[in-house]
């Protein structure tokens, strides 16, 4: 009992080291790109269509603490819902008894225990995102699901309207971890739905991800295909690895010395 105590402070301390001295390089950003956030945002907020005061570039201020990750388990109590974001409420895909939401949270808690593990604050999210919520990096989890059998890969892709410049080169980092944990075939396009996503929409709803959250969106395999399911339904934990490599890597989010 003792020396599991020990262990878990041990690990705890081990873990708060790591993140806390990655903490200012995940922080920093150059006057240069503040500005050029600035811009994209005076761009687009002609586009607003979300009736409140919606959130700025200039008012960022990342989560303090050690580097935090969001995974969101896509669907995942969507039922609850607010009024914004009805349409949402029954949607995702499935096989047989499985429900979509039921193998993305299990990719989400896999992954996420790891990256704890590793020192990292992780937020398992459900598909409402909570107005204001912030985070260092967010990876929405899904499933694809298709009439056709035959239908299979993966795919990730970053926000169209991307504030920050940064989510295109995570994206391309999730893109080559995923597909070495896992073998399955990269789509190289990434549909509409997953660039307009909802929870980057922050244009629109309150229930949104600030504008400056770096974010995406993997599409992890086909629910509907032999080959897919072999990793997203019976090997979740190699999904699960991709995502956490990822993270790794990623500069932003990277641990020193790892
Ligand atoms: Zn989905």
């Known amino acids: 009992m003792k020396l599991t ?6 690990v705890l301390f081990a873990g708060f080291e790591g993140p806390g001295v990655a903490r200012a390089a995940a922080q920093e ?5 503040r500005e050029a956030a600035s811009e994209r945002w005076r761009r687009w907020r002609n586009y607003n269509r ?9 008012e960022w201020e990342p989560p303090a603490g050690p580097i935090r990750i ?3 388990a896509g669907h995942w109590r969507a039922d609850e819902a607010p009024r914004e974001l009805r349409r949402i409420r029954y949607n995702g895909t499935r096989w047989q008894e499985t429900a979509e939401w039921e193998a993305n949270l299990v990719i989400a808690r896999l992954a996420g225990a790891e990256l704890e593990a590793l ?12 107005p204001d919520y912030r985070a260092h990096l967010f990876i929405s989890i899904h499933a ?13 892709s970053a926000p169209r309207r991307d504030a920050t410049g940064r989510a295109e080169d995570a994206a391309r980092v999730l893109r080559e971890t995923y597909g070495a944990a896992t073998g399955l075939r990269n789509l190289p396009v990434a549909t509409r739905r997953m660039q307009n996503y909802y929870a980057f929409n922050y244009r629109r709803y309150e229930h949104a991800l600030h504008p400056m959250t770096i974010a995406l969106i993997i599409e992890t395999g086909f629910m509907t295909n032999a ?3 072999r990793i997203i339904l019976d090997a979740p934990e190699r999904a699960a690895r ?10 932003v989010t990277a641990l020193p010395g790892r």
């Open 144 to 156: 694809d699901g298709s009439d056709s059998p035959a239908a299979s890969g993966y795919r990730v």
């Open 50 to 58: 979300y009736p409140g005061p919606i959130p700025t570039p200039e």
């Open 29 to 33: 950003q150059s006057a240069a790109e």
């Open 242 to 251: 991709g995502i956490v490599e990822a993270v790794k890597a990623y500069p």
């Open 227 to 229: 080959g897919d399911r």
């Open 5 to 10: 105590v020990l262990t878990a402070a041990v």
């Open 119 to 130: 020192g990292y604050e992780v937020d398992i999210l459900p598909a409402v995102v909570p």
């Open 70 to 72: 969001a995974l969101q």
